[in-house]
């Protein structure tokens, strides 16, 4: 694709404006219109044909989500970039647009000077973009005939998906890590476990304060487990999926024969915080890696890689989601490509692996 088409939706003039200009600042990228509200959007995504919007949560006469949903109903591969304030309100709501099919999410900034915000958009802006593109590229590989090999050469080796050595049995713990893509990919793993997993899973979901704990919620009613967004000095128990805080790295400490939830304010690693990596890393100590499952999934960049090979040399299983079922093939694709992964599994068995650990599936 050489040009992305864009169209800008806000209710603020102010907002559509600065959005537009920095999106020219991105080569590659044509703004092509904007609207004001959902209904205005809706028709000139008809008429203009982008590959992108950008869509406020609040806005009169149509909403975002009710936006949101026409468009995924009407133009499924028409990407939605959700601009969302920070308040538990808009959080809760752009949860909800994330689990029905938006790509991700900006938050305003609440930035000390103009050009700071500016900076923020920009830099959240292009790596949206690039994720969106990304993706773009695999549906139309997908989507290509497949070319007729040639009959002296020997067919490429298939991705690898399965491993000699064995899960194990009633381990201790899941660790779990993903980014963009998250929300709607963990909406279709976690209410499909059972309540009585004997283990607790760890969750590292890259997002901002507030947000983390409306994908908390918004699961917990959703699920038999129970999940709730991780507090500092908890102790961790079987049976719950506990998600790291927005703007705090988790880790584990061991307590005697407890392992408790500790939450800090160290430099983000891969430009995150939380960040997967810091918790696999504690993860390695708190816990005999040998009954522990690691699973990295959809996401952007490589989060994730060093702490799972950490946890591999150590004696844990490591299960990486597949390049078809992903949003964006980044974090897993880089425990596949340097061989950490024991497992390669398509989101749909990601639910029935976890509960095969626990003799459930």
């Known amino acids: 694709m050489d040009t992305v088409k864009v169209i800008i939706v806000d209710d603020m003039l102010t907002y559509r404006i600065i959005l537009s200009s920095l999106l020219r600042r991105i080569q590659g990228v044509k703004v092509v219109g904007s609207a004001s509200n959902g209904k205005e959007a809706l028709e000139k ?10 869509l406020d949560i609040e806005m009169p006469v149509m909403d975002g989500l009710k936006t949101l949903e026409e468009i995924r109903k009407r133009w499924p591969d028409i990407g939605v970039i959700m601009v969302s304030g920070a308040n538990k ?11 029905r099919g938006a790509l991700s999410f900006i938050v305003k900034p609440d930035a000390a000077s103009t050009d700071e915000a500016k900076e923020y958009l920009l830099t959240n802006l292009r790596r949206e973009i690039d994720a969106f593109v990304e993706g773009l590229k695999k549906r139309l590989l997908r989507r290509r005939p497949a070319k007729k090999a040639p009959t002296r050469t020997a067919p490429e080796p298939p991705e690898p998906s399965r491993s000699r050595v064995s899960p194990p049995r009633n381990p201790e713990v899941v660790a779990l890590g993903i980014s963009t893509g998250g929300p709607k990919a963990l909406s279709e793993v976690i209410p499909k476990l059972p309540g009585n997993l004997p283990f607790p899973i760890l969750l590292v979901q890259h997002m901002p304060p507030l947000f983390t704990k409306s994908l908390a919620d918004s699961l917990d009613k959703k699920s038999a487990l129970s999940v709730k967004e991780a507090e500092r000095g908890e102790g961790i128990k079987p049976g719950t999926v506990y998600i790291a805080p927005g703007g705090h790295h988790m880790v584990v400490k061991k307590s005697g024969a407890n392992r408790l939830i500790d939450l800090n304010d160290n430099p983000p690693e891969h430009g995150c915080r939380p960040a997967v990596d810091v918790l696999f890393r504690s993860v390695a100590e708190a816990y005999d890696p040998r009954k522990t499952v ?4 959809t996401g ?3 989060d994730g890689c060093s702490g799972a090979a950490m946890l591999r ?8 989601q597949n390049e078809k079922s992903c949003v964006v093939y980044g974090m897993p694709r880089c425990l596949v490509e340097k061989g950490i992964a024991h497992e ?6 990601i639910p029935r692996a976890i509960a095969r650990l626990a003799g459930r599936g």
């Not at 995504?45 to 950008?54: A, C, G, H, N, W």
């Not at 690691?294 to 999934?297: E, S």
């Not at 390669?344 to 068995?349: G, K, T």
């Open 45 to 54: 995504i008809e008429s203009l044909k982008p590959d992108l919007v950008t």
């Open 89 to 99: 309100k808009n959080a809760d709501i752009t949860v909800k647009a994330l689990q």
């Open 294 to 297: 690691a699973i990295v999934m």
């Open 300 to 302: 952007m960049g490589d």
């Open 313 to 320: 040399r150590k004696g844990a299983y490591c299960i990486a």
């Open 344 to 349: 390669v599994l398509d989101l749909s068995e």
